[in-house]
């Protein structure tokens, strides 16, 4: 099955997934208060998605292969990020779990 639209790659509907949980966990207190890092983990969790999606557009597998390096760096930037909120005192061990395992997944 050939897939024509960046939408329709798994790897992408979860990255989105990804990227919209941390906005629900750095929109309540006290994540959202801390500014600079709040705006550091969206960041990098929307660079995953941006990364799939741009890589895909640009329709050949050398830079698609790139970007998707260009990802899996800025998933793994989420991944340290969410220990780093954890050690705050911002999010719970059952938060950071499933940061952990989303940004695996991923």
């Keep these: 099955m050939k897939i024509d639209r ?3 790659l798994e790897i992408w509907q979860e990255a ?3 990227c919209n ?8 207190s006290p994540f959202c208060s801390d500014f600079k890092f709040k705006d550091q983990i969206r ?3 929307g660079s995953v ?8 557009e640009r329709g050949g597998n050398k830079e698609f292969i790139q970007f998707l390096s260009i990802a899996k ?10 220990y780093r909120a954890f050690d705050y005192k911002y999010i719970n061990q059952d938060i950071l779990d499933d ?3 989303r940004t695996t997944q991923i």
């Design 99 to 101: 940061l952990i395992f």
């Design 6 to 8: 960046f939408e329709d």
């Design 16 to 18: 989105r997934e990804l």
């Design 21 to 28: 949980r941390v906005f629900e966990i750095t929109s309540v």
């Design 49 to 56: 998605m941006d990364n799939i999606a741009e890589g895909f």
């Design 73 to 82: 760096g800025s998933c793994g930037e989420t991944r340290s990020q969410s």
């Design 43 to 45: 960041a990098s969790s």
